[in-house]
């Protein structure tokens, strides 16, 4: 039998509103952010903010980023497919490839490292400075990510470009 919209869960609650609470961690974040995505193509970082926000299981951060990047003309095709990024190369460039993989390796790191192989192929497409800011990129929405589930900040809400500064 198939669910029904009036079988839905309801929407859980916040735990807090840690932005309310802790201001200027919150406008520190903002600041970093910004500073983190200059001289990254804007294409390329939501698709890394969607990956690393999938692996972290951020669903917050997940309403943003792939409304952001539809917003920005991204397609539903490479977003649906960017969790199985693996099995689905053909529709992402060797450069797209190897920011998503390391992306998979910054994010998960209980190997304990970021394998050389997946930093050698960032490498051959990223000049050093742009993989200086690639990495930036990533680490920050880690932290985003971190601050989202463990407050459980509620998906669903959030309008393409509203947290813009």
């Known amino acids: 039998m198939s669910e029904t919209r009036n079988d839905v869960n309801h929407e859980h609650s916040p735990r807090m509103q840690w932005a309310k609470h802790a ?15 200059q001289g ?5 970082l939501e698709l890394v903010k969607i990956r690393a926000s999938q692996l ?3 669903a917050f951060c997940l309403d943003m980023h792939t409304k952001d990047a539809l917003a920005a003309g991204e397609s539903v095709d490479r977003i649906i ?8 190369q053909h529709f992402y460039t060797a450069r797209e490839i190897a920011a ?34 690639l990495i930036a990129a990533i680490a920050v929405i880690n932290a985003w990510n971190r601050f989202g589930v463990t407050t459980r ?13």
């Open 100 to 133: 998503i993989e390391l992306t998979d390796a910054v994010t998960v790191l209980t190997d304990g490292f970021v394998p050389d192989e997946v930093y050698e192929k960032a490498a051959k497409h990223f000049e050093e400075a742009e993989l200086a800011q």
């Open 153 to 165: 900040m509620v998906p669903g809400h959030y309008t393409p470009g509203q947290y813009k500064h």
């Open 56 to 58: 972290n299981h951020c």
């Open 81 to 88: 497919q960017l969790s199985a990024w693996e099995e689905s």
């Open 23 to 37: 201001p200027e961690v919150y406008r520190a974040m903002v600041r970093l952010d910004a500073a983190a995505q």
């Open 40 to 44: 990254v193509d804007p294409t390329l």
